[in-house]
């Protein structure tokens, strides 16, 4: 199956194809257009358009203000994954500029979907990089809970060190003098 966007994708049109090949079509095909040129080669090609600006007659893979592509293309396929509830989620906040209640990962999810979009001006090679991205993201929400003890007390420990540092900032400043 062939699917088309616009090209430069960042956060979700790199999530919905990863979504896309993971769990409704391992052999999907992406093409990135001009958005002007979405509608011509989704009938040239027969390529499903998917998050497309301001929708198409074409598609209903489309999302309003501050939804995305992949919470469309989860409930189009009937997708219960509890990982993928929780990635949506993660995917939601980093498009929609990291609410400050949401979840913590969007920012560094935002951050290095910017990244690479600065980096990488090919949009399939993008995608192979956000492939891997989008599988440790998945891998992370869906860690055994034995794991959970660990991950949660990782920022209380962080807190404890620093902490420690100020604690011992006075005394290295009268070290120092």
Same mark, same amino acid.
């Given at each position: 199956m062939r699917w088309v966007t616009q090209r430069r994708p960042k956060i979700d049109r790199l999530a919905s194809p990863w979504l896309i090949r993971? =769990? &409704?079509?391992?052999?999907?095909? $992406?093409? $990135?257009v001009a958005p002007d040129d979405i509608r011509n080669t989704a009938a040239v090609t027969g390529a499903i358009? =998917?998050?497309? %600006?301001?929708?198409?007659p074409e598609t209903d893979l489309t999302h309003g203000p501050g939804g995305t592509c992949f919470d469309v293309i989860r409930a189009r396929f009937a997708l219960t994954d509890p990982g993928l509830e929780r990635l949506a989620a993660i995917v939601r906040d980093a498009q929609n500029d990291n609410r400050a209640d949401g979840a913590p990962e969007a920012i560094g999810l935002r951050a290095i979907s910017l990244g690479l979009a600065g980096t990488l001006r090919d949009d399939n090679e993008r995608l192979d990089y956000a492939m891997v991205l989008y599988?440790?993201?998945?891998? /992370? &929400?869906?860690? %055994?809970?034995? #794991?959970?003890? &660990? $991950?949660a007390r990782a920022p209380a420990l962080y807190r404890g060190l620093c902490a420690l540092? #100020? /604690?011992?900032? %006075?005394?290295?400043?009268?070290? #120092?003098?």
């Open positions: 993971r =769990f &409704v079509d391992p052999r999907a095909e $992406f093409l $990135f358009p =998917f998050d497309v %600006p301001h929708g198409t599988d440790s993201l998945y891998r /992370w &929400v869906t860690r %055994p809970a034995s #794991e959970e003890d &660990v $991950f540092g #100020e /604690w011992l900032r %006075p005394a290295r400043a009268r070290r #120092e003098a």
